[in-house]
């Protein structure tokens, strides 16, 4: 498989500094496994969490969670098409096999961009929408998600830096159109029979 896409100097030496850390201490690689290889069911599982966390009414987080999955198969979708577009980009474990600590098993498929950082910026920035401290703690998993595939050594840093900037320009559009999506929201709002919030104050429905 020829190469076509440079891997320059900047990727080289970072991916080096990150991926001898696997030298460091198994926990810390073990830490970095399950950020890399599980970060799909970490982010279900939080998703999970914030959509049936009693009581059943309808609020910020559920519609944060409806954005962030929009926004995730925006990110997806364009990462993808990226992937099919633009030449290979071989793999670290690919393209110096010798020198890399490679701590799971992947395809040699090509390498950029990174779909888990695609999509964890997606849903990061698109959970702000739930309230700062939701967004902010989905942006350091996001970006420690985005470390760890350099980490184990899959990922070149600009795969995931590409792929963080992809994730967050799908976010941001999300939410500035958000109120789109709103005949969505309320369909699954009936669907799994979320009540209307009620203001105790005045006794009214909010929106």
């Known amino acids: 498989m020829t190469t076509n896409f440079p891997i320059p100097a900047f990727d080289r030496h970072w991916f080096h500094v990150i991926n001898s850390w696997a030298t460091i ?3 810390l690689n073990d830490l970095a496994i399950v950020l890399a290889k599980d970060a799909v069911e970490i982010w279900a599982g939080i998703f999970l969490l914030l959509w049936f966390w009693p009581p059943l009414r309808q609020n910020r987080a559920r519609r944060a969670v409806v954005y962030a999955t929009v926004a ?3 990110s997806l979708a364009v990462s993808m098409t990226l992937s099919h577009v633009l030449p290979y980009r071989p793999r670290p474990f690919v393209f110096e096999p010798k020198m890399v600590h490679l701590l799971i098993s992947h395809a040699p498929d090509t390498s950029f961009p990174s779909d888990h950082a695609t999509g964890s910026f997606a849903f990061a920035i ?3 929408y739930a309230g700062r401290r939701d967004g902010w703690w989905a942006t350091l998993l996001a970006a420690a998600i985005s470390i760890a595939r350099v980490f184990v050594g899959v990922h070149w840093p600009t795969d995931v830096l590409a792929g963080d900037a992809i994730g967050m320009i799908a976010g941001f559009i ?5 109120r789109h999506l709103e005949g969505l929201v309320m369909w699954l709002f009936r669907l799994f029979r979320f009540r209307p919030q009620v203001s105790q104050r005045y006794g009214r429905r909010l929106g």
Do not use: E
């Open 72 to 74: 995730g198969f925006l």
């Open 126 to 128: 698109a959970l702000f």
């Open 25 to 27: 201490s198994p926990l």
């Open 174 to 178: 999300v939410l500035a159109w958000h």
